[in-house]
């Protein structure tokens, strides 16, 4: 029988020797999901948030993270300002912050815009708004299915309002990944077109995907938005925003 021995690994001695501290860098990281990826089923089945979240999420992090490699200086600005500062960029990495500040930044919304159970509608300030500008829910929920159906190839579909002004509600669409507040518009609420969100369960019917998606739309949230519309765009980009939290 041999014996087994087992040698201390050396210890580096910095005795005497000045260390640098390290450099903090913010990697950026998906965010804490609520709810499990079965919660919003049927709605959502659960290996389509799986694949949502965790693959398409989870790449747009992490080419994000890659693109600013080389770039110290931009590492520690959140998600949102990179995307509505891309002539700030080095030409070199423009496009893939775009496509991928974008992809993180509107699936980190998408995310806290939906809850299990969400059956609530929409009050206060909110609610008085749509009234007004759309003539009731119905009528506004109508419109942003034909605005998400209509959308070509892959985008977002949002309800927005301008900021500082408190104007009018409107429905916009956005192509990509492009986000409401590259135009100054505060989104309220959104919901993803792209094929990938709704394949599984709805194929190629994304209007019934549109259709079904109100059962898990978590109102309160939408309404915490909208309280942010007397903000100027500065201070919606501000990192500590909890609008944009963890993007
Ligand atoms: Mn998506």
């Known amino acids: 029988m041999s014996e087994l021995t087992i040698q201390p ?10 260390i640098a501290a390290p450099i903090a860098i ?3 990281q998906l965010p804490a999901l609520k709810y499990d990826y079965a919660a919003l089923e049927p709605t959502i089945d659960a290996r389509t948030m799986m694949l949502h ?3 398409h999420h989870g790449a747009y992090v992490k080419k994000l993270n890659e693109a600013l490699e080389k770039f110290p200086d931009l590492q520690n600005k959140s998600a ?3 995307l509505c500062h891309l002539d700030h960029l080095p030409t070199s990495i423009k496009t893939a912050v775009h496509n991928n500040a974008g992809g993180h930044v509107n699936h980190g919304l998408f995310w806290r815009a939906m809850k299990p159970c969400g059956r609530t509608e929409p009050t206060g300030a909110l609610r008085d708004a749509i009234n007004r500008d759309f003539g009731g829910l119905a009528e506004f929920k109508q419109v942003f299915e034909d605005e998400g ?8 579909v949002w309800l927005v309002c301008s900021l500082k002004n408190g104007a009018n509600l409107q429905v916009i669409t956005t192509t990509g990944h492009d986000n409401p507040l590259m135009q100054n518009l505060l989104p309220v609420l959104l ?3 792209w094929e990938h969100a709704h394949y599984l369960s709805y194929e190629n019917r994304r209007p019934d995907y549109l259709k079904a998606w109100w059962a898990v739309v978590d109102w309160d949230q939408a309404s915490a938005n909208f309280e942010k519309r007397s903000q100027s765009v500065s201070e919606i980009l501000s990192a500590d925003n909890a609008l944009f ?3």
């Open 191 to 193: 919901n993803d077109v």
């Open 80 to 82: 949102v300002w990179l």
């Open 9 to 18: 690994v050396p210890q580096p001695v910095f005795e005497g020797v000045a």
């Open 26 to 28: 913010k990697k950026h």
């Open 53 to 55: 979240f965790e693959k």
């Open 245 to 247: 939290l963890a993007t």
């Open 149 to 156: 159906a209509k959308v070509f190839g892959s985008g977002w």
